[in-house]
């Protein structure tokens, strides 16, 4: 092992040094009983193959490393009287933290079944990865944890994102190397381009290079060190190394490097706060250089273990079968000296325990990592200072997403002093038209500002970074440390984090089922840049399979909302920004929309989610002919100019206009919790008769929602094909299909008796049609009767 | 402009500078034009609103820098007669690409109807973002293009693919200063630890610093110089840095810095070629630092514009109704002194053209950016010297991809020479029980070696990163340059490049439209370490969503093939290596599974794609009672064993049992090339019995493939329903209402008349179910009757 740079000073007394041993072994001990024991915890019996566990699960590798950083933690939280998270990046090593977390006695706190004895102790081996019990990840089950370690790459983010607006607190970060090689962490590093140091916490990265990942050495660990360090101070850091393989060492350099990187960082909030110097930090970081596997089997069946891939998993296999290694496994776990460590009850010894901190600044009882416990709700004002007037729809165009900025301009500046709530975005939210947020706050950026330069502020909440994965890691480490946000996005590239996506829902349903994790504010996303309006950037922006995405994930979490104008965008964010524990995904326009409803019919209709609207339609009272149904805001309007050709050309047909904001109202409602009865679905969309679906996204999506119903069978839906390019918005509709005079044809050739009765009107339609793409060929404009169309007639 | 670290000499003699000159403000006139001009192309009369385009669409900002690069690339390409492609990053540049092509000839040559004169100038004008046109991004219908710029982050990962294997080949690649702060870009510079000087081609990356993103500064622009060379030194490169804004000066800059560059790059090839140094290369690479819309307007109205990011898109807007912004649009592109560049039929000049290179060596006309040109058909063996023996099925046990292993592996040996196949995957190809092609390839490591090391190669050709979107680039590189390639990935994890393969997809649709692009390799995916058998990962590791997300794209691009057993997935891994211009997605799991089919069986079962299998139903000629269908390894396990439990408890119900292989076989023959007729269909599922469906994923995919048939309302689906955690393989799928007694239990209560009769054997199965729940709980693993279980009786 190399011992280049290692830190000097050696703070710590001999007495220092033997209980962060001792704390440090036991939690070892207490990883490696994990992975292998079902009894005999303490090795009061001889090992037998009866006390081993059945299926040996779980990730030996990396949990020596997170033992040691945990217990150095300890050590400066309670030195120092600080306020600490950590996120623990190498996420496989739950049994590293949750040894740790039984240790400081957070875990029985919280699960009061797992005493912190020898019986609690059996019972936290038998548990771990086991069926019933609890994950081998740092999951949401774990005390004191934030991030869930199973798919690696999003550790960075959700560190910044816990220490933005809080400059209390310190964030701890550890970085597996294997982890530093996917994308998304390997961007992260940048973060601290966004990072306060007067209103934000401060993040100290771990880099723990042990070697390898799951088959292979890594990237990082392989660099020379002069390379690595070069690679780091480019990130905008100071790294400290520290490096070895003798404990004692290790503990010496390690601690030493904890006071000189917090030191530091004291420094520089200090005078960032006292003096407001406005140059951008270079945060001191550490990397720690240890062997995979350390302290486990140096050799197994004659082959290199310990410091190899070797030790990812279960370095000994085969325990209950192999006498060999069952004595292996024996002399491992004794040579702790578990006797020195837990008294004859199992509880740790006052050695073990003399690095802990107390009460709620262990690293397992932090409230930082149960959000729900700091999370205030957000002020929100009234709507109607921000609605648009709508006395007559269909006569004014508003741009949804600039009417919505208002909204959160003022959330903005009524939580300046607060500083709960962010904004977030992919370099879009001026393009996404929400600048007003600009009036009440700037854009963070602590790098260097030129003159020419607008909106940015080193004490900004307006967060812009062209990594969609930054956007979406930063805001769930904000949102789980107790705030709020809102991602805006364009649609297609949110696919960017259909994976983060993923596994916050995952977080999020299995947090719910967790008493003791209080509800956090939801993830809100304003998908706009829609679809439909990719004029200049045609095919590769187009892409409306989030709403799908999402909506093949756990129904209690996910909420999905199209409001089809300004007025309903408004309604249905402020729904979104008060819920707790969702994934709220909004898709709403930015080009110049129709305004259909007026605030107060607006709130009434989000509130339904779905609803019929009378004024639009031609029923009379009696049964519709046919139901125009629609979502999203173009769909809606190009039903909405079917239904006024309709009521021109077929007056004597009753058309009932449908209009779905909230889309999971489609489904059953036994299979979401928004979901419709078959009573009321028939209600609004009758049980027989033709339904033309216009909707935002791909079309077979309404039939994966609705296929239960009766009426599923006369259903017909339009929408998204996958037929896009750089054309006009118009264009864009016909291409798809969508387009009102697509929508009248739909309409006479499924109302039962009208293909003959109305083959003019049908032909006209036709006609229409075939003059736009000679208009639009030529002229690369759409028609004038569709560009100056308004509803109202 | 900082104008630190400039390289030294002057390479260039004045008529080359003036040449070059010329050359560059060509292309920038041609992508002005493009973005303004519908007529009057050459200026030859004084410019009227008329001749502007009705809609301004297009990027300016960064269309100056590119079309520098291209001109020196010319340059060198010419002087040292190389062959080269160029990845362009920034790929809103659009207007800058086609310009360039549009000088060397190549466009004219690709696209007849677009002259190299003034009525084809006016063409390449008119048609650019224009409906009917083309995009404004690098899409596939720029000639010289294997890189859609609109989604930014995947040019470094691409250029790599390109280079790999292609010994004699240039890869140039532009990143955008934007581009750089995504994840993906930001570990794409690690790619350089795994290009072998021997056998790979060369990547020089361009870091091209305009400063700014849509409406931001970029992190990159704004480092200070040591910091952002320390950054690029740790990356592993030895920067060079070209910076100014007065043409001439960073003409002579970027000329010497090319070939301080190139000089570099032989030296370093020759080196590791002729005397075999087995040390990593410091590839040099090129940092420009140019304004943004340099050479544009320098201000608009009073505010700057060039040099900043409102030079991103359109410097000068409305311009047919302001009569200043025309004249500043005219005095702008005279700036470029047209009558000096394009003779008077608009021909470009001598000197204009005197950079450009013959023939194929041209950027546009490059074979190597039309794969199909050079790709050659795989080796592939037959399968009957890696298929399992099958007698009977369900009598043994196999792991299908290990089984698939042993094919690979003779493909990578029978590869060796011609080096046109590669493996990626994210460190998980052991893990994925594919290791025998470590028999007949390493994997490429260029980094330092350890005596502990296995399976590493300085020229391997299996590539393994822990990154799911460096290995979907690199592939993609590989692929679209004329190679084949497999990408093997734990199922959940792919959704990371969810939106990665939006884009391909996108590519080759578009692609199959353009007659001169020749057909390349399909993008085959191996998803395995499926949802099913998470047994010590969990829930985090459970998503078969990814089959879902690619079913929406385009039915001329997309396969999905669930092969049940070893032969199978060795039939449908043969088809998909054959295929060409697919993305084929295979989910297949790496766990013992029984066989089923022996290997003429897998054949013909996987070219039909779904079939009844006789022998595993209860029919006798006649109508079935029940259809048991499958998809899916597991599933089709559980069928089976419930086809049992049904021939034993029921023995008079009439069982069909159906495997399906080929998903989109589900689909109505008129939306996919593969789809049933609705006879077909029915001949397998009947129109009217009760369907009970056992499918491997999110089961309601089932309902949206098959809702316009006529059996859809007797079709009941059970998959996953994000019911997970870390357990037993059987636990899983009873959690999942998956398993053989939950099967048999819907058979019972949706086969008319069964509920009363079959009552008895109903209350079994959920006592079985009750039972292995018990069990599970205390003893950690599955019921011994379940996981001892054959299928033949």
Redesign the interface.
Known sequence: MPQADQPTGTPLTDDELRTLDAHWRAANYLAAGQIYLMSNPLLTEPLRPGHI???L??HWGTSPGLNLVYTHLNRVITARGLDAVCIWGPGHGGPSVLANSWLEGSYSETYPDVTRDAQGMAELFRQF?????????V?PEVPGSIH??????YSLAHAYGAAFDHPELLVACVIGD??A??????????SN?FLDPVHDGAVLPILHLNGY???????LA???EP??????????HEPIHVAGDDPHQVHRALAAAFDEALDRIALLQRTAREEGVPERPHWPMIVLRTPKGWTGPAEVDGV?VE??WRAH?VPLAGVRENPEHLRQLEAWLKSYRPEELFDADGRPSADVLACVPPGRRRLGATPYANGGLLVRDLPIPDLDGFAVPVDKPGATLHEPTRVLGGLLEQIMKDTAARRDFRLVGP?????NRLEAVFDASG?A?Q??I?P??EH?DRHGRVM????E??CQGWLEGYLLTGRHGLFSCYE??V??V??MV??HI?WL??SRRLTWRAPVASLNYLLTSHVWRQ???????Q?P?FV??VL???PEVVRVYLPPDANTLLSVADHALRSRDYVNVIVAGKQPCFDWLSMDQARVHCARGAGIWEWAGTENGGEPDVVLACAGDVPTQEVLAAAQLLRRHLPQLAVRVVNVVDMTRLLPHEEHPHGMTDFEYDGLFTADKPVIFAYHG?P??I??LA?RRDG??NLHVRGYK?AG????PF?MVVRNDLDRYRLVMDVIDRVPGLAVRAAGVRQQMADVRTRHEAW??E???DLPEVADWTWAS
């Open positions: 566990k059945p299926r699960l779980g990865s086991f069926p019933g019990g609890v994950p081998s990840h999951a869930e370690g199973g798919e690696l790459g294997g982890e090689e996917t994308g998304p962490l390997a961007a992260s590093w940048h381009k990942k799951i088959a292979n050495p890594t990237v392989r660099l020379p390379e690595l360090d070069a690679l780091l101070r480019g990130y905008g290199q410091g190899t998993q370099d879009e939210t001026a393009s854009k950026w790098a260097r030129l020419v330069d940015l812009e970074i062209l990594s994965h930054l297609a590239f696919h960017i259909d994976s993923n596994q995952k349903k299995t004029d200049h950037n045609g095919f590769s922006h892409d399979g799908d995405h093949n994930k756990s791909y077979w999506l039939h994966r296929y599923h069978r996958e390019t750089t054309t006009t264009d639009i060929r002229h690369g404009t």
